[in-house]
Each structure stands twice: as structure tokens, then as C-alpha cells.
């Protein structure tokens, strides 16, 4: 597993831990990212939403420029980001 997946994990068990600390998350990500050592580039924006049980977030990621032959193959089998959907 990947450092950036690491962060992502330990922030999601942060949040469910720390009601306050989800509401920072919530209110003012790209500080709260920041305070735990994740950078965001400057001129991104971050927008943070909690899933319910009866409602959930479906995130298409960008469209990248250019596809190598490997990726559109992997995305063309059903992967993406090294995960099978």
C-alpha cells in the first residue's frame, strides 16, 4: 500500500474517531490537510462530503490528458488506480 493510501486511511479513522476533527475536515480541508501533513497544490480546490447510509458519493476522477496503452487496457478490463471495479 502506497504512503498517499496510508494518509487517506489514518485520516478516515481519524474523522470517525474525532467528531471534531471531521468537522474541521468538514469546514476547512485544505487547512485541516495541511495541519497532518498533506499538501494541497495551491490553486486546488478540495471538497470533503460524508457518506451516509442513505446517501453516498460517487467521485468520477479527471479524465487524464493521455491514456499509455497499459492504462486504457487496465481501465478497458474493468481496473483503475490498480484496483478491479
Same mark, same amino acid.
Given at each position: 500500500m502506497n504512503d498517499q493510501s496510508n494518509q487517506y486511511q489514518q485520516l478516515v479513522a481519524n474523522c470517525w474517531a474525532d467528531e471534531a476533527f471531521k468537522q474541521r475536515l468538514l469546514d476547512n480541508p485544505v487547512e485541516t490537510l495541511a495541519a497532518e501533513g498533506m499538501s494541497v497544490p495551491e490553486g486546488v480546490t478540495i471538497r470533503v #462530503?460524508?457518506?451516509?447510509?442513505?446517501a453516498l458519493t460517487l467521485v468520477?476522477?479527471?479524465?487524464? *490528458? #493521455?491514456?499509455? *496503452? *497499459?492504462?486504457l487496457a487496465d481501465v478497458a478490463g474493468g481496473k483503475w488506480g490498480g484496483q478491479v471495479w
Open positions: #462530503v460524508e457518506d451516509s447510509a442513505r468520477i476522477p479527471a479524465k487524464p *490528458d #493521455v491514456l499509455s *496503452d *497499459d492504462q
